[in-house]
């Protein structure tokens, strides 16, 4: 049952708030009785002198009997006391019975209580209790000093039962328990909503994601907040968006490869089968031959790229950093495939802005670079058109571009580009050769550098490829 995320927090919280109503309800109940006990010791005090007054008029005959109990009866009706009046012996000269308290004849008896002897003193003192047996219930009671022409003439004792006073207590402890009841009912209701925020959609990426395991990438959490939980569901279909994308490439980038290794296989299969059979005529069998060789070579370079990718992955991609002349490389690359211009009847534009340009980098990787891109700008300039290989330095960098002339790379598929198995134009770079691994590598050698690349494309007019390598410090 508490296995359950929404269960969990419903619980966590109602314990949570159930003990904070508990905890406050017992601490409004102390601070109640408190109080009761203090305004009630208050009042008792304040009759008890003003009563004291009283029994002065009465003792020198300016009022009655009469009045003076009376002014019994006003104390005893808001305050339910029993009053005693005592001599400076303890016998109870007056006394009146509280409706609520007791029946009994006080008058005449002695009170014996070490209380009696500290009144006497002139101490006002409060206590809680039956006063020595005196009373069948816990009584709250005020001793104050009899005071006559500022004389100790006796003492005043007020005995108010407590039970009055936690009566009160009850009326309180009952508003509470409404008020606990009232606020837990509008609590569960509160964090039945909450725990359903937290918790929904929690519930569904963990579906999403079982679903997301067996290979179904459409499904999407619904953001429904913009919160720490809805920030993780707006990331969760971020992933799945890389997910789907990642599947879609892989999946696209098996059936190129697929096809890729299957047609020179057909083609080689062919013409070595013709030769053997000696449908080839001899004349034309090394015709043949030369084409079944070509098609070897553009396996090799397949799995080259695959190997390549492979290494990339598992981080088994090593670099040698040695001082190197990056021009020299581009010469190189650039004679190796000038027959391939030459063919298309393009032209380079070659820019150095040194003719030695010292670079710190791996000198096999960086050949790989700029042959990836300068094939790239081979395959998708258009006939005739100019190619530009351009260095130059700028702040203890150096930077090289690569360009073409050809229709260029939309914007909405240049942030793609360097994905692995990624291609532009799927069907012209079949026709091409292409197999969407190269600047993914391109990429990853860079960054195995240190350095940058990136793109600058204009649909119909081009794109440049440039990319940035640490300056070599003069030996």
């Given at each position: 049952?508490?296995?359950?995320?929404?269960?969990?927090?419903?619980?966590?919280?109602?314990?949570?708030?159930?003990?904070?109503?508990?905890?406050?309800?017992?601490?409004?109940?102390?601070?109640?009785?408190?109080?009761?006990?203090?305004?009630?010791?208050?009042?008792?005090?304040?009759?008890?002198?003003?009563?004291?007054?009283?029994i002065e008029l009465?003792?020198?005959?300016?009022?009655?009997?009469?009045?003076?109990?009376?002014?019994?009866?006003?104390?005893?009706?808001?305050?339910?006391?029993?009053?005693?009046?005592?001599?400076?012996?303890?016998?109870?000269?007056d006394s009146y019975n509280s409706s609520e308290l007791d029946d009994v004849n006080w008058k005449n008896q002695k009170v014996t209580v070490d209380e009696f002897v500290q009144v006497l003193k002139g101490n006002t003192i409060t206590r809680v209790g039956s006063f020595g047996e005196a009373f069948p219930v816990p009584v709250l009671t005020v001793g104050l000093p009899l005071e006559i022409d500022d004389k100790i003439q006796g003492t005043i004792f007020l005995h108010s039962p407590v039970r009055g006073m936690n009566r009160a207590l009850w009326d309180t402890y009952d508003s509470l328990l409404?008020?606990?009841?009232?606020?837990?009912?509008?609590?569960?209701?509160?964090?039945?909503?909450?725990?359903r925020h937290f918790s929904r959609p929690l519930t569904e990426m963990n579906t999403i994601s079982r679903e997301i395991a067996t290979g179904n990438f459409k499904r999407r959490?619904?953001?429904?907040?913009?919160?720490?939980?809805?920030?993780?569901?707006?990331?969760?279909?971020?992933?799945?968006?890389?997910?789907?994308?990642?599947d879609l490439m892989r999946r696209s980038f098996v059936a190129n490869v697929s096809h890729e290794l299957r047609s020179p296989l057909t083609s080689m299969r062919g013409y070595i089968q013709g030769v053997v059979d000696k449908t080839i005529s001899p004349e034309d069998q090394d015709k043949y031959l030369k084409i079944a060789l070509e098609e070897t070579e553009r396996m090799n370079r397949l799995i080259n790229e695959l190997l390549d990718l492979s290494r990339i992955e598992s981080g088994e991609f090593s670099m040698d950093i040695r001082v190197m002349d990056i021009n020299e490389t581009i010469r190189r690359v650039l004679i190796a495939r000038e027959d391939r211009i030459n063919a298309r009847g393009m032209d380079v534009n070659v820019d150095f802005e040194k003719d030695v340009c010292l670079v710190d980098g791996d000198p096999d990787r960086l050949q790989q670079v700029v042959i990836n891109l300068l094939d790239n700008a081979i395959k998708f300039n258009r006939e005739g058109g100019v190619i530009t290989l351009k260095t130059w330095l700028h702040k203890e960098k150096v930077y090289v571009k690569v360009a073409d002339q050809?229709?260029?790379?939309?914007?909405?598929?240049?942030?793609?580009?360097?994905?692995?198995?990624?291609?532009?134009?799927?069907?012209?770079?079949?026709?091409?050769?292409?197999?969407?691994?190269?600047?993914?590598?391109?990429?990853?050698?860079?960054?195995?550098?240190?350095?940058?690349?990136?793109l600058n494309s204009e649909e119909g007019k081009g794109s440049e490829f440039i990319f940035s390598l640490k300056e070599a410090k003069k030996q």
């Open positions: 049952m508490f296995r359950s995320l929404f269960v969990r927090l419903m619980s966590a919280y109602f314990v949570i708030i159930l003990s904070a109503l508990l905890i406050m309800g017992v601490l409004m109940s102390s601070f109640f009785q408190q109080y009761l006990m203090e305004t009630r010791t208050r009042e008792l005090i304040r009759e008890g002198r003003a009563l004291c007054g009283y009465y003792q020198v005959g300016l009022i009655d009997h009469r009045t003076l109990n009376y002014q019994y009866q006003v104390i005893d009706r808001f305050l339910s006391t029993t009053i005693w009046v005592t001599d400076m012996h303890g016998y109870i000269l409404r008020a606990t009841i009232l606020s837990s009912i509008l609590s569960m209701i509160l964090l039945y909503f909450i725990s959490v619904h953001v429904r907040s913009n919160d720490e939980v809805g920030q993780l569901a707006t990331n969760f279909n971020v992933m799945a968006d890389s997910l789907e994308k990642v050809g229709s260029g790379i939309p914007k909405a598929e240049a942030v793609h580009i360097w994905e692995p198995f990624y291609q532009v134009d799927k069907s012209r770079s079949k026709k091409k050769g292409g197999t969407g691994l190269g600047l993914s590598i391109v990429k990853k050698i860079i960054e195995e550098h240190g350095q940058d690349i990136w």
